[in-house]
């Protein structure tokens, strides 16, 4: 049994203007899954301390941790570890610093959305891109982050397929989160554990150490690591 599966990466009404995700009902939900950890990614902010002791203490079962997912001009990226929005750091390197600073966390979130489909790229007066693992591994934003998320709920398959691709050519851990902003699609994917964990402090430090691993298969009572093996599905 693993230590702690967390989904990853979700919205609520606490913190998101786009999400229709009560905290209540995730808790309710993921205690049906199985779920036992949520990191709260809200859109360029944290929930306040108090919000979230709050939670924890409604919910002492469920391992909670607040982060933020920040809109950055190389893209959305999970942050895991800043206590709050800080000046500057819509500049993806200026975000690695603060990172830094804290002893935290960068995921690249969902970072290949929409990239196999070229009227994405013509609309912008862009030619789509060769969709080669190794040549795209030289975008920006993968000299910054930590890892990659390579299971993204509101992803096609084939775009998650890619973002691992790529994390494998580059030797970088992948994460795994339902990106859900509804009751719909919690824990579609989550990122295992091999520890329980204990603390704030103790999931950066797992992170960290790259002690987990991404999955898929929870909510049907089959969950297994994600990989590009062509047998899993």
Do not use: C
């Amino acid at each position: 049994m693993p230590g702690t599966v967390v989904d990853m990466h979700v919205h609520t009404t606490l913190g998101a203007s786009d999400s229709q995700l009560d905290p209540e009902d995730l808790a309710r939900i993921a205690d049906d899954l199985g779920l036992t950890g949520v990191t709260i990614t809200e859109h360029d902010r944290v929930w306040d301390r108090h919000s979230a002791s709050r939670f924890q203490e409604r919910h002492a079962s469920l391992f909670m941790y607040p982060a933020m997912e920040v809109s950055t001009e190389l893209g959305h990226i999970l942050a895991y570890g800043l206590p709050e929005y800080m000046p500057g750091i819509r500049h993806a390197q200026k975000l690695r610093e603060a990172i830094d600073d804290v002893g935290g966390y960068m995921v690249a979130a969902h970072p290949f959305r929409h990239w196999f489909d070229p009227v994405t790229f013509r609309r912008r007066g862009q030619e789509p891109p060769e969709m080669d693992p190794q040549a795209l591994a030289g975008l920006p934003v993968f000299e910054l982050v930590d890892a990659i998320e390579v299971l993204n709920g509101a992803n096609t398959e084939q775009e998650n397929r890619f973002a691992l691709a790529v994390a494998n050519h580059l030797g970088k851990p992948g994460t795994a989160g339902s990106d859900a902003h509804s009751t719909s699609g919690i824990a579609i994917y989550a990122t295992v554990f091999e520890r329980e964990l204990a603390s704030p402090l103790h999931l950066l430090a797992e992170l960290r150490a790259g002690r987990f691993f991404p999955a898929r298969g929870l909510p049907e009572g089959r969950l297994r690591a994600f990989s590009l093996d062509a047998t899993d599905g």
